[in-house]
């Protein structure tokens, strides 16, 4: 079992930064990769940045050039560094750990990212 836990949001301007971090805990050997979804009101969740085991990492278009996913094996950290923002950004954003031998994975709890205009 893997527990993961966000932390970060908040309330920015537009075109301000934010940097979003979620802690693992639990069987972590497991995890294959990692990512950070987000999800508007009345919206579908959606994936912003993944990083893989390996390292690589990928982005949805909306975010390219203005968010960095990054992780720190020794504190089983994992990362989402937001800058740029803009009101479309607003969403419960979720960090979620996807396992080598499949299943529907990990979610954390959610932490609220609000971007007034």
């Known amino acids: 079992q893997v527990q993961l836990v966000e932390s970060g949001g908040g309330l920015v301007q537009a075109g301000g930064s934010l940097r979003l971090s979620c802690v693992a805990s639990?069987?972590?050997?497991?995890?294959?990769?990692m990512g950070w979804y987000r999800q508007a009101p009345g919206k579908q969740r959606d994936l912003v940045a993944i990083?893989?085991?390996?390292?690589?990492?990928n982005y949805a278009d909306s975010v390219k050039g203005r968010f960095t996913i990054s992780r720190d094996n020794a504190k089983n950290t994992l990362y989402l560094q937001m800058n740029s923002l803009n009101a479309e950004d607003t969403a419960v954003y979720y960090c979620?750990?996807?396992?080598?031998?499949?299943?529907?994975?990990?979610w954390g709890q959610g932490t609220q990212v609000t971007v007034s205009s």
């Open positions: 979620k750990a996807l396992f080598a031998n499949g299943g529907l994975g990990t």
């Open positions: 639990g069987s972590i050997f497991s995890i294959n990769a």
């Open positions: 990083i893989t085991r390996g390292g690589t990492t």
